[in-house]
Every structure is written in C-alpha cells, then in structure tokens.
C-alpha cells in the first residue's frame, strides 16, 4: 500500500515549493558549515606537521629572555628574574637548555671528555673516597665462626680544579640582527674555546688553577698492586727513536698489561702524527694493526680497540709518552660545576660586544690501574 505524506488541505503547490527550496538551503548551509570546519582541521592539521624553519622547537621563555633581553640588549632586570643572576660569580647563570647544548658540543669535540667519567657539582670542590686495599668478605661453612675481615683502606680524590673562560665576540649589528641565532652561535663558540682549554689540561694539566692531566701523574714500570695509588704504570719502547723494534708486539704487551675488566671499554689516546705511524704497523702476516671504523659514526681501531685523536698528546720522541691505553671512564676523573657563567661586555672593546663566559672545572687520575703508558726510551 503507497503512503503518502498527509498535507494541509489549505496549502497550496506554491507553499510546497516554498518550503521544499527553505528545507534545500538549510542542508546546503549545514553542508557549507560543515566543509569550513573540515578545511580549518586540514590546515591546522598542515601547521603542526610542517616543521620549524630553524629545525627546533621555540625556546622557553627563560631562554628567549635571557638572549634577547640580556645578550641582546643588556637588560639585566629582567635577566635576574628569569636566570637567577649570580653578579658575585661574574656573570648570570646561562639557562639549562642553552647549557645543555654547551655540554653537548664539548662532549663531541673534546676528545678525553668524551671517554673519561664526569660528574656534575653544585660547588666549587669535589670529594671522593676510593678502596685501596683490605677484604670486606670472605668464605665459610654453615655452621663455622665468622672470623674478622681486613680493614678495607681509602684514599681521597680531589681533584685540582681552576676556573675555565672563553671570551667570544660579536658587533652590535650582528646583535641586532632577529635572523643572527644568538644561541648557537654563542653556544658554539663557547664549547669550541672550551674544548681546546680542557683537551690540553686533561692531558697535561699541572693541577695548579687547572686539572691535573693523566700524563702528569707518577709513573712506575711496577705492575698493579705493587705501585702506589695514583701511579701509572708504563711500559718502555726499548728504543729512543720511534717506537722500537717490533712496535707491534710493545702495543700488544700494553693492551694485556691492563687487566681484563678495565679492558671492556679500553680505548687507545694518540695524536695524529703518531697515528700516522701507527697505520703503517703490520703484524708478521701482512695485515695492517689499525682498521678503519665500518661503519659512519664507529672509531677506527687498533688491536681491535678503539683510538681516540688527542691532539695534546705528545709526539713520538725521546723520553716522551706518545701513546694512552686504557679505560678513562674507570680511570680519569672530571669535576665541574653544572652552571656556566656569562657576563656581558659592550664597553672593554667598542663597537664589539664581548661575551666573558666561565666555568670551573676540575680533573684528576681517579684509578691508576686502569690506564696503561706507552714510553719511548730516552
């Protein structure tokens, strides 16, 4: 049976038109309203996935205050409300993020930072105890007395710290400049002046207002347990020149004279010149000693291990130390305190503006045993 839809009797075919375009233009303005809104989701879609014209995310807000109300302009009110200035240290606390990045940077191009153990600090020294000596445990039956253990004996590590600087420069007009990105740039700067300080004192340092390098320890050709502590063992070259005869068999003596747990992330400290010759060893069937890393990214090895470009490192010569083996995150020690100071300059050297940025930093020998040197006889 057909239904119909039941009509006023009184309306007439003109009304049913009327109301029929009114029903057609509300379902077209629904349809309008709906296809706005499908289009602002699409876009705003499109805006969160396009990405940053800088690669990163906007900086927050201590930040952007901090370079472009202090470092930009001098506005030192503001920076001490949003940095927690620190005049009486030279300078205002540089915010994490900006510090973070710092880190970063000096952990990839300082070469003894990258493989030592480092420890942040909320003052200037830093102490540790280590175990020299003396058994704390020992074996018995179930039912046997428990005889007394040795007195376990410490030594304390503090290591010499001094106060590292950087100085970078920049004009007013670079300042000025909304498109100069004055956080890399002065983060850059600052971890590359940073990084040749340190890489020369974490190798040679003379602990006096600065680390005291691994090279400036005592040395002893006495094997472990027999030296006292802090003293690096070395093994000599038996020649003055070069690295003596069979300089192969002197560089596999010095990987086994580290004992094995320290030999599970043991890594060889050179510079370049002396990588230079150690390229050239062979062993007595041919094969090159040194393997270039496989993969991007890998370090090149000797004796299967990795080798770390130092270039503080001493040359092959008489009575010199040209060659590091060992494990550094066992063996060296770097202490610094987690904030880096920056003080801002516009007047020492007019029309630049200097940038004076501190940190103190210390370093020390931490475990004698788990670096071996490689000497050349004098």
Not at 40 to 55: D, F, H, M, N, T
Not at 162 to 167: D, I, P, S
Not at 211 to 233: E, V, Y
Not at 336 to 364: C, M, W
């Amino acid at each position: 049976m057909e239904t119909t839809t039941p009509t006023d009797p009184a309306e007439t075919s003109f009304d049913i038109v009327a109301r029929q375009d009114s029903l057609e233009a509300d379902v077209a303005l629904l349809r309008g309203d709906v296809d706005e809104v499908k289009a602002r989701v699409e876009k705003i879609g499109r805006v969160a996935s396009r990405p940053a014209l800088s690669g990163a995310a906007d900086p927050a807000p201590e930040v952007k205050g901090f370079v472009d109300g202090y470092l930009r302009r001098g506005a030192t009110t503001e920076v001490k409300s949003l940095t927690a200035g620190v005049p009486a240290d030279g300078g205002y606390a540089v915010p994490q993020q900006i510090d973070a990045a710092i880190a970063r940077e000096l952990t990839a191009i300082s070469p003894i930072r990258a493989i030592a153990q480092v420890v942040q600090t909320g003052s200037a020294g830093y102490r540790k105890l280590i175990t020299t000596g003396g058994t704390a445990s020992g074996w018995v039956s179930e039912t046997a007395a428990r005889p007394e253990t040795d007195t376990p004996e410490f030594a304390e590590i503090a290591p010499p710290t001094g106060e590292l600087y950087a100085n970078p420069a920049a004009s007013q007009a670079m300042l000025d400049d909304a498109g100069f990105d004055l956080e890399s740039w002065l983060a850059s700067e600052i971890a590359m002046e940073f990084a040749r300080a340190e890489g020369a004192a974490f190798v040679a340092g003379s602990g006096n207002d600065q680390p005291a390098g691994f090279l400036t320890a005592p040395t002893a050709t006495m094997p472990d347990n027999l030296r006292a502590f802090g003293t690096l063992q070395y093994l000599g070259t038996g020649a003055a020149s070069g690295l003596g005869d069979a300089p192969e068999n002197r560089l596999i003596d010095l990987v086994h004279a580290l004992k094995a747990g320290h030999r599970q992330g043991a890594s060889f400290v050179m510079n370049s010149t002396t990588l230079a010759e150690v390229r050239k060893l062979r062993s007595e069937d041919g094969a090159f000693l040194w393997q270039p890393g496989l993969v991007e990214g890998q370090p090149d090895r000797l004796l299967g291990y990795p080798v770390v470009e130092a270039e503080d490192m001493p040359d092959i010569a008489a009575g010199a130390v040209p060659i590091a083996f060992g494990n550094f995150r066992h063996g060296y020690l770097i202490a610094e305190r987690s904030a880096t100071q920056v003080l801002r300059d516009p007047f020492t050297n007019k029309p630049f503006v200097h940038f004076y940025a501190t940190k103190r930093i210390g370093g020390q020998v931490l475990d004698g045993n788990a670096i071996k040197l490689l000497k050349i006889e004098e």
